[in-house]
């Protein structure tokens, strides 16, 4: 059975959320999470029935979101430390955690080690297209990158989507600010090159083609990367505050938008985050989940299904396998 | 009366649409329109009762948008250039362009001069937030830049604040990927430094900030402006065609539609470009507006607005002034 180590006391609203993701969880697949707090507290939360699922490991620190992510190494009983110290040990497969995700970074880096020729971790996310979801990295790790960090970035992408998502054959785009291979700043032009020895990469991409569903692999640089999410974020969220400002001015409107309610659900359950689980750190040994701190029951689930799935794939060989065919530096 | 050199065919639709935008600008306010091209094509647009406030330049020469701006100068018959001529030698106090925008900027740049202070010119445009709309600048004169250059922006955009919006205190932004001033890359980090000596600077905003309202004024190198902007009209027109596909699928929904279409309108009036009409140039002497290359005669109108409000004002004179007041380089 894979076990997952699960930071169980990390996220912003304390345990329950995320031990009510983990009970999800259980009733879909089979599997043993190792929460990773206060035992005390995390047991009254667990249905008898699912004991046989669970171990504890004891840890009464938890890192806060407001601290200094260079203080994670020396926080060794903090709950995130200890769940990645279970993967280091290999009593654990993967770990997830909705903690401080620069904490859970550096520390996935530092104590797990990168992979063969991967100089930058990056984290990978999934944003909603037309038709389903396009792989966006990195969007946070790394704010300053050089065009060989890309490039490590697209193979990381690249297997991703073949391993995790079932993409026989993944396209790949950069990020840009026009579709011509002129178009860019200094390191997209110079990203662009080396990217062109990939078959599957298709050339630059602009914001917006990103949702037509062309593209399965974004590449970026992570401070790119976080204003591409955030502002999708934005938008998303101000339009459907815009349409409910005018909905409620008038009758007609406020008893049409009932009419229409399944489709805004539909609406929202497509570009809903917590449908895709958290981020995956790529780049790092082993497998790391970087969940929103504000996850719900759903985004936690989703989360174990992808470590679950990271654990089972080859996807880590693939990424040094792949990276060794490239002379880049 | 203020005169506005108009490139009369540089569009993607040719004269027809352009015109009519002139038509309607004259409508609704007295100025004088000097259309560049082929005056045998333009005669035929333009209503007798009209012809008092119309004059003609000639031009038969289209800079196409495949074209590489590198060439702009060379085309001396050419619509953009003939038209930049007419605001150089004094016969014009504005022009407003919906061709090549590559070749307006060069052209404007090289033939009208940057103001005192200014390394580079900037183009600004209006984005849709949930009370109003916040002024971008640079959304893609300059794909790399230096951090004097976002300060720079800066001043321009707040100028164009308050003379061109009348918003007294217009609150500036610097685009980032964490509101925290320790959060950017290398660029934002220097420039956020540098920002702080403004009164009027509210700190970092990221990409979601910008649609609450809280911003009046964001500033950002072409790049990032570039994929903000575009990733914000992908989003609107994804989360569009999704409800629309979802509305489709059910009997009761099509009908909650009819219902609320006027909601649904005014969500589009909102955020609809045209409104907006075009994009100034900022930094450059004189009044430049570039407009959508799409644009249909309300953006052009809109864009003339723009033009004759910017003619008016004495906005170069009070970027040029405030820049006096810090000795940055």
């Known amino acids: 059975m894979t076990s997952i180590a699960i930071d169980a006391m990390g996220g912003d609203f304390g ?3 995320i031990i009510e993701g983990v009970i999800q969880a259980l009733k879909e697949r089979e599997f043993k999470a190792i929460l990773v707090g206060d035992p005390q507290k995390l047991k009254t939360l667990i249905p008898q029935e699912l004991n046989s699922y669970i171990e504890y490991e004891e840890a009464f620190d938890v890192f806060a979101m407001e601290e200094n992510s260079t203080d994670a190494l020396k926080r060794k009983d903090s709950t995130i430390y200890k769940a990645i110290e279970l ?3 290999q009593k654990a497969k993967a770990v997830v955690s909705a903690g401080h995700s620069g904490a859970t970074m550096s520390l996935a880096t530092l104590r797990l080690g990168r992979l063969a020729n991967i100089a930058r971790p990056a984290i990978a996310t999934l944003m909603p297209n037309i038709h389903s979801r396009t792989l966006v990295l990195d969007v946070g790790a790394n704010v300053d990158c050089k065009s060989e960090h890309l490039f490590q970035f697209a193979i990381m992408g ?15 785009a950069l990020l840009s600010n026009g579709e011509e291979e002129c178009k860019g700043n200094e390191l997209t032009k110079e990203a662009h090159q080396l990217l062109k020895q990939l078959p599957n990469f298709v050339g630059n991409a602009e914001g917006r ?4 569903g062309t593209i399965d692999v974004l590449v970026c640089d992570g401070f790119n990367g976080n204003i591409l999410l955030k502002t999708g974020e934005g938008v998303a969220s101000v339009i459907t505050k815009l349409l409910k400002q005018e ?9 049409g938008y009932l009419l229409a ?7 929202k359950t ?3 985050y917590e449908e895709y689980g958290g981020a995956p750190l790529l780049g790092v040994k082993e497998c790391v989940i970087i969940s929103h701190g504000k ?35």
């Open 15 to 17: 345990e329950k959320p």
């Open 87 to 89: 993967v280091r040990n």
């Open 158 to 172: 690249e297997a991703y989507a073949k391993e995790i998502l079932n993409i026989t054959k993944p396209k790949i």
């Open 209 to 212: 083609d990103i949702f037509n």
């Open 247 to 255: 909905i409620q001015k008038s009758f007609l409107a406020k008893l």
């Open 261 to 267: 309610k399944p489709a805004f659900q539909e609406l």
């Open 270 to 272: 497509h570009i809903d």
């Open 295 to 329: 996850s719900g029951p759903k985004a936690i689930k989703n989360a174990i299904f992808q470590a679950l799935n990271f654990a089972q794939s080859n996807i880590n060989q693939t990424i040094e396998k792949e990276l060794a065919n490239y002379e880049i530096d």
